[in-house]
């Protein structure tokens, strides 16, 4: 409050001050005038006159926030040529004036008459002019002036944000810098100290300091540690009039973090961790898990554990979980209770980041004691070998031994084994296993050529504790003996030339042969070719062995001919080289065939000769025209039957109309001649008066309308008929002689079946129509019809 009164009584006396300096201004303007006329040269040497104004003004100010009751006055304006009578007008114009501004016209005096603000708007420009009153003629031109607002202090100090946040390493050095904070002022900054701001610190000590003038805030004390506090609050003022008494001051908060760095080392909370694993575990399971604990966050406290020593380096490893930052412990390979009870292990935990800047606070490292106790468990038996493999001779008799597979139980109880054979791998059952000794036998003799290799997995299993069991897999080879003979190694055919006698043989083979085996190699080649022993001597063809499992065939003479034989079929023997050797008689065919000079073959045939003894050429030119001449007539035949036309006339035995009518009326038997009228049967289409012609073609297609078609399986079957009859009526396309409509709907309930032949595949001869006198008087009229049909038939 004390304040505003003394900051009241400054602004009443800038005001007085500022009217006596306005009243100095307006009798200086009576002394002398504003501009006075001088002569200038000019760049040729002219001269130039100025003219003389004849009023004088100043530059005004007035002091912003004013609010004493009267209107400040602003200053005064008067002209040299006012003469005090009255006869001159003083115009104001510009902006605020008649608003802001107002001018008495007779004495020139301006008044503010509202609070001025210098923060809103610093100057005001104005036009002054003097015109006779009368007339309203200026007198002199308008002139352009500045009212100015003074400033005083009133705005405070605004920092650019309400809070800051900012961020340190911790165990920074003194005078660190932070962050900067600035603030600013609404104030003119030209005038006085309304806008010089000082910056103090509120809060916050003795941790962190401010430099005055530039706001920036620097730590103020060393070692500041992040894990004994982390956050801190500052608060910062900023102060106008230069930090003085009486200044406007503004606050601002700035939140400091503390940032980690890695200057704690990881620390075990115990210096022995005991565990345990069970001899079944598998390895990679996990036995346990060690923790060293590090404050720093981050990679500053990111931790990797190692086995540094132990006697169970090799049977257990360590990883680092660095989502928990744990060391887990894991089976690295199986352990046996039997062979060994526990295991030591020395743990290291270690930062993986070290900041050089503090590694004299120690070694970043710890260790610790890792005891793992062995339990007993319940083991599977165990084979002696990971896998075995036996042999056995093919078309071995059964029972056979092939091997043996052993296990044991390696718990101490030795439990007793029992072995089994998994028959899923042995589908046929070849073999058999003495479920207590592990001998493999076989149950069938086996066939080396249909399966060199048997592969089977045997179980062993503890007799107390079937759950407890082991697998391993037996190769067992199929070993080959001789029981196969060789063969031609493809369907062999050979071709010799027929020649005469005269033509000295060729040293080249009919043809070369080699042998295929299903035996080993050790009891198939090396093959040997031989003729059998009755026709060693054979006069027209020998075998030479090339002693490379291949042979050929040579002629013994020439002189071949197909007329007299065309084909030789020679037996060949075929050995190979096993223990005992196996042979077979194998048949090689020779085609005589005709060949040109150079030896090509031309022709295998024997019929060819035959046929150019017995016929001429012009006896199979004779032949084909014969046949050419019976092709024409049988065509010109089949042409004529074609053009035939059909007589125009049909005979009345022949015009057979079998249009069968149903209806619901039962009528009073075969004397009844009035229940419906025949004629309608004979010649339905006479009733619309329209008789087709039955020697023309219809011109025209005719279309049914669909309307009338009723649905095959309506119940309605007299509408069905009706409408059926009424399309072949109307139908000009119909055949003019018989009309058959088929109709698919037997009916319901029908014991007799259907009664029409309209669509029997047989003729009316293959037809027996007796059956249908034992029908009844209903079937009478229709049996009489075939009947008497077949007996006019007969007669003729």
């Known amino acids: 409050m004390k304040e505003h009164y003394c900051l009241q009584a400054a602004l009443v006396c800038l005001g007085v001050l500022c009217h006596s300096q306005a009243l100095t201004t307006e009798r200086r303007g009576h002394l002398r005038p504003l501009f006075h006329g001088h002569h200038e040269k000019g760049k040729e040497g002219q001269v130039l006159q100025r003219s003389k104004r004849g009023w004088v003004w100043n530059q005004f100010f007035v002091i912003e926030e004013y609010t004493g009751p009267d209107p400040v006055l602003v200053g005064r304006l008067h002209s040299d040529i006012d003469s005090g009578d009255g006869n001159i007008k003083y115009i104001l114009s510009g902006e605020g004036a008649g608003t802001i501004f107002v001018i008495d016209d007779k004495s020139g005096n301006i ?109 103020a004390l060393p070692n500041m540690d992040r894990e004994a506090k982390e956050e801190y609050h500052v608060v910062i003022q900023a102060k106008d009039m230069g930090g003085h008494m009486g200044g406007l001051s503004g606050t601002t908060k700035v939140t400091i973090t503390l940032t980690d760095v890695n200057d704690n080392p990881p620390k075990f909370p115990q210096s022995v961790y005991q565990m345990s694993v069970s001899e079944a575990a598998v390895p990679g399971e996990e036995v346990g898990r060690v923790k060293a604990k590090d404050p720093d966050i981050g990679e500053n406290g990111l931790v990797t554990y190692n086995i540094v020593d132990g006697d169970g380096m090799d049977l257990f490893e360590i990883t680092t979980d660095y989502e928990t930052q744990e060391g887990v412990v894991k089976l690295k390979k199986p352990v046996d209770f039997e062979t060994k009870r526990a295991y030591s292990l ?21 260790t610790v004691t890792v005891k793992i106790a062995v339990e007993d468990a319940d083991e599977p038996p165990m084979f002696l070998a990971p896998s075995y493999i036996h042999e056995v ?45 592990g001998f493999i036998k076989t149950t069938k003799p086996l066939d080396r050529e249909e399966t060199a290799w048997l592969n089977i997995s045997v179980f062993a299993a503890e007799i107390h504790n079937r759950h407890q069991e082991a697998k391993v897999p037996v190769a067992i080879r199929v070993l080959d003996v001789n029981d196969n003979a060789p063969k031609f190694a493809a369907p062999y055919e050979g071709f010799i030339c027929e020649s005469d006698q005269t033509k000295p043989l060729s040293n080249q083979p009919i043809v070369t042969i080699s042998a295929d085996d299903k035996d080993d190699t050790a009891n198939g080649p090396r093959f040997i070719f031989s003729l059998p022993p009755e026709i060693i001597h054979n006069p027209n063809f020998t075998v030479r062995d090339n002693r490379d499992n291949t042979a050929g065939v040579y002629a013994r003479r020439g002189g071949f001919s197909r007329q007299k034989q065309d084909l030789y079929l020679l037996p060949i023997v075929i050995s190979d080289g096993g ?45 084909l025209a014969c046949i050419v001449i019976l092709l024409v007539i049988v065509v010109l035949f089949v042409t004529l039957r074609r053009q035939k036309k059909e007589p125009l006339i049909v005979f009345e035995e022949e015009d057979v109309r079998e249009n069968i009518i149903t209806y619901d009326d039962e009528g009073g038997g075969e004397e009844d001649t009035e229940a419906f009228d ?15 012609r039955k020697d023309i073609k219809p011109e025209y297609q005719y279309m049914p309308r669909p309307g009338l078609r009723p649905a095959p399986n309506s119940v309605d079957v007299d509408d069905f008929i009706n409408t059926r009859i009424q399309e072949a009526d109307n139908d000009p396309t119909a055949p003019p002689y018989d009309s058959i409509q088929i109709y698919g709907y037997e009916g319901r309930g029908s014991v007799a079946g259907s009664l029409s032949s309209l669509e029997s595949a047989t003729t009316d001869s293959d037809l027996d129509y007796d059956y249908l006198q034992n029908w009844g008087p209903r079937f009478k009229k229709l049996a009489d019809l075939y009947g008497s049909k077949d007996t006019f038939d007969d007669d003729s």
Not at 122 to 143: G, H, K
Not at 349 to 356: R, T
């Open 393 to 437: 001779q093919e078309n071995a008799a059964a029972g056979t031994v092939v091997g043996r597979v052993h296990a044991k139980d390696p718990d101490a109880a030795n439990s007793p084994i029992r072995y089994s054979i998994d028959r899923h791998t042995d589908l046929d059952r070849f073999f058999t296993i003495n479920p207590e000794d």
């Open 579 to 623: 223990i005992p050797p196996m042979s077979s008689t194998n048949t090689l065919t020779i085609k005589v065939c005709g060949c040109d000079v150079h030896g090509a073959l031309l022709s295998c045939n024997a019929e060819a000769y035959i046929l150019n003894a017995g016929l001429s050429t012009g006896a199979l030119i004779a032949i």
């Open 346 to 366: 020395k743990v290291e935990a270690a930062n993986v980041h070290i900041d050089p800047k503090f590694i004299s606070n120690g070694p970043f490292k710890d």
């Open 678 to 692: 025949i004629a309608t049967l004979q010649n339905p289409d006479g009733i619309n008066g329209f008789i087709p």
């Open 111 to 219: 008044h503010a008459t509202k609070t001025l603000d210098r923060e809103e708007r610093a100057q005001y420009t104005l036009m002054a002019q003097a015109v006779d009153r009368d007339t309203n003629r200026p007198l002199e031109p308008p002139s352009e002036f500045i009212v100015k607002v003074q400033d005083i202090n009133d705005n405070p100090p605004e920092f650019l944000h309400e809070t800051y946040h900012a961020n340190v390493p911790e165990r920074s050095n003194v005078g660190t810098s932070v962050i900067q904070v600035t603030a600013s002022d609404a104030d003119d900054p030209t005038y006085g100290n309304s806008a010089k701001l000082v910056y103090s610190i509120l809060e916050g000590q003795p941790y962190f300091s401010v430099e005055a003038q530039t706001g920036i805030i620097r730590t």
